[in-house]
């Protein structure tokens, strides 16, 4: 249980996770991560017969990191103490634990929410929302990603690896379950009013924005990849309908430059989108922070730093190759015109751009990939 003075109700929780205990004839313990409190907290979970353990560092995910550093059991069971969660009844837990479930999680919209549990933009916005980037993101099976009672086998927390402090860790459990390919089971729990006088530690919209923020991070697909080949793709259409309508022999209007160089800007755009997908990918991946990735390590096998700079160099070359003929040749397309100039000049600028872009990517790919397949040696 972690803790930040809770006095009002952590006397309840213990009492009721004991006598879940002594129920089900468990070899358990009570423990007790106090992250600072200052209301006699520690003294009532020790008097109570809880183990208690200090954590310095402050934050919900650092009380619960540490206190399952802390735990002796080959199963642990978290959940907050302020009494919204009922610890007298975890048989669904226990049992798929024994099963061998890695993360049991449990689902207050399942098991039924008590009138007052849940602030409205919580239960109709936060919840709904985060859950279903959740399963989006990474395709994890869970239905409520921020529910505080679960339950995991101390294998799979020393698997995880978890990094995070804040309120994030509640995704961070569930993200990297799902990507280490561990098996998460839910299971219908209820949801209480709080039962403290005191305001929630929780910050709904700073929360909620940290926990979207951690998922676009551990995702860079949906964060840079996919955002950068839609621009691209979009850039790559939008140029070609130019191209063709002034290759058809119209005489080119204004607006056809404006388009041009609007689409041009989308592909260079999208373009370092997709690069930062790859870069993060791969720093995330030499870190620790995301698992294995085979299709990235194949890419490697193909993309070196040669085919790259070969590809940079012939976008280089066609892009000084247009700049040069749009501004030495009076008659681009057949007409002295400023604006049939530009329908050359435009993507010979994007050209050398993306040559040049491709040109340094590759080297930093090349170090980060170096990074990466040195790690094991290390």
Same mark, same amino acid.
């Given at each position: 249980?972690?803790?930040?003075?809770?006095?009002?109700?952590?006397?309840?929780?213990? @009492?009721?996770?004991?006598?879940?205990?002594?129920?089900?004839?468990?070899?358990?313990?009570?423990?007790?991560?106090?992250? *600072?409190?200052?209301?006699?907290?520690?003294?009532?979970?020790?008097a109570?017969?809880?183990?208690?353990?200090?954590?310095?560092?402050? $934050? &919900?995910? /650092?009380?619960?990191?540490? *206190?399952?550093?802390?735990?002796?059991?080959? +199963?642990?069971?978290?959940?907050? #103490?302020d009494?919204? &969660?009922?610890?007298?009844?975890?048989?669904?837990?226990?049992?798929?634990? @024994?099963?061998?479930?890695?993360?049991?999680?449990?689902?207050?919209?399942?098991? *039924?929410?008590?009138?007052?549990?849940?602030?409205?933009?919580?239960?109709?916005?936060?919840?709904?929302?985060l859950?279903a980037?959740?399963?989006?993101?990474? @395709?994890?099976?869970? *239905?409520?990603?921020?529910?505080?009672?679960?339950?995991?086998?101390?294998?799979?927390?020393?698997?995880?690896?978890?990094?995070?402090? $804040?309120?994030?860790?509640?995704?961070?459990?569930?993200?990297?379950?799902?990507?280490? $390919?561990?098996?998460?089971?839910?299971?219908?729990?209820t949801?209480?009013? #709080?039962?403290r006088?005191?305001p929630?530690?929780?910050?709904?919209?700073?929360?909620?924005?940290?926990?979207?923020? +951690?998922?676009?991070?551990?995702?860079?697909?949906?964060?840079?990849?996919?955002?950068?080949?839609?621009?691209?793709?979009?850039?790559?259409?939008?140029? #070609?309908?130019?191209?063709?309508? /002034?290759?058809?022999?119209?005489?080119?209007?204004?607006?056809?430059?404006h388009?041009?160089?609007?689409?041009?800007?989308?592909?260079?755009?999208?373009?370092?989108?997709?690069?930062?997908?790859?870069?993060?990918?791969?720093?995330?991946?030499?870190?620790?922070?995301?698992?294995?990735?085979?299709? =990235?390590?194949?890419?490697?096998? &193909?993309?070196?730093?040669?085919?790259? =700079?070969?590809?940079?160099?012939?976008?280089?070359?066609? $892009?000084?190759?247009?700049?040069?003929?749009?501004?030495?040749?009076?008659?681009?397309?057949?007409?002295?015109?400023?604006?049939?100039?530009?329908?050359?000049?435009?993507?010979? /600028?994007?050209?050398?751009?993306?040559?040049?872009?491709?040109?340094?990517?590759? +080297?930093?790919?090349?170090?980060?990939?170096?990074?990466?397949?040195?790690?094991?040696?290390?």
């Open positions: 249980m972690p803790c930040l003075n809770e006095a009002e109700t952590l006397r309840t929780c213990i @009492r009721k996770a004991r006598a879940c205990v002594d129920r089900l004839g468990l070899a358990a313990e009570v423990l007790v991560a106090d992250n *600072g409190s200052t209301d006699g907290s520690r003294q009532i979970a020790a109570e017969g809880a183990r208690v353990i200090d954590v310095p560092v402050r $934050g &919900y995910g /650092a009380a619960l990191y540490h *206190g399952m550093l802390a735990a002796r059991g080959r +199963f642990v069971i978290m959940g907050d #103490a009494d919204s &969660y009922d610890f007298s009844r975890l048989d669904a837990f226990v049992e798929e634990m @024994r099963e061998g479930a890695d993360l049991v999680m449990g689902n207050r919209f399942l098991g *039924g929410l008590r009138p007052g549990a849940m602030p409205w933009k919580n239960r109709y916005v936060g919840n709904p929302v859950s980037m959740g399963r989006l993101f990474f @395709r994890s099976p869970a *239905g409520d990603f921020h529910c505080g009672l679960r339950a995991l086998s101390r294998s799979a927390f020393d698997r995880m690896d978890l990094q995070t402090t $804040g309120m994030e860790f509640a995704s961070e459990m569930v993200i990297k379950a799902t990507l280490l $390919g561990m098996r998460i089971v839910e299971v219908p729990t949801l209480d009013p #709080a039962g006088s005191r929630p530690h929780l910050r709904p919209w700073r929360d909620a924005w940290r926990h979207v923020r +951690f998922m676009l991070l551990y995702c860079p697909r949906w964060l840079f990849l996919y955002p950068g080949a839609a621009l691209v793709t979009a850039g790559v259409i939008v140029g #070609a309908a130019v191209l063709m309508r /002034a290759l058809s022999g119209r005489p080119p209007v204004e607006a056809d430059a388009a041009l160089l609007l689409a041009a800007a989308g592909v260079i755009l999208g373009f370092q989108g997709v690069a930062f997908a790859f870069c993060a990918r791969i720093y995330a991946l030499t870190e620790g922070l995301l698992p294995e990735d085979r299709p =990235l390590e194949r890419m490697f096998r &193909y993309f070196t730093l040669e085919t790259g =700079l070969a590809a940079g160099a012939v976008l280089l070359l066609f $892009g000084l190759g247009g700049a040069v003929y749009a501004v030495a040749d009076p008659t681009v397309l057949g007409m002295d015109d400023p604006r049939a100039r530009l329908l050359v000049a435009i993507p010979a /600028a994007a050209s050398i751009c993306l040559g040049g872009q491709i040109v340094f990517l590759s +080297f930093l790919l090349s170090f980060l990939g170096l990074r990466r397949r040195s790690a094991p040696r290390t």
